[in-house]
């Protein structure tokens, strides 16, 4: 049997339900599987339409989408612009297989296209064989600063940022 022949492209809204599809497989994969709000017009209004949110390419195989990276860019007031990686994914069946290593140089590839100072991601911490790929087989490392300072993630829903916006604070207040 011949192997699999996979291809990467530029996502189009025609691919917007096959990607909607693979997040759920997502969230499903993290156990996470409730915290999946996303819907698909929302995600076509998103990343189809100006302003765009976010941009995505796709893994195809026998024209099927089997895998998908979605990114961004993002702005360190150090270094100016880079790009984020919010999403690497690719169907189980057709994970080891080399699709997602083609996903993610194709997304380098955008980075370096675009001078971007950074590319980026995050990995969580259960997700073993994401980590060994990304540090052995991309030579990616995980961000520690030079005085051995790491970067923890801070998050406020939109229950949170409405909770927030309602609690006006004091005049006198400083951040």
Known sequence: MAAPQFSVREATVDDAEAIVDLI????????EEQQMKLTLEQFI???????RRFHCLVGVCDGVVVGYALYFFIYSTWEGVSLYLE???????????????????????????????????????????????????????????????KWLNIIMNRQEVAAFLADEPAATETV
């Open 24 to 31: 759920h497989l997502l969230a499903v994969y993290e156990k």
């Open 45 to 51: 209004k998103d990343g189809f339409h100006e302003p």
């Open 87 to 149: 999403d690497l994914f690719v169907k189980k069946e057709n994970r080891g297989q080399g699709l997602g290593l083609m996903l993610i140089r194709s997304v380098a590839q955008v980075a370096s296209d675009n001078d971007c100072a950074r590319f980026q991601w995050q990995c969580i911490d259960w997700n073993t064989s994401a980590m060994e790929f990304y540090t052995k087989r991309l030579g990616a490392r995980e961000r520690v600063e030079t005085n051995d300072a």
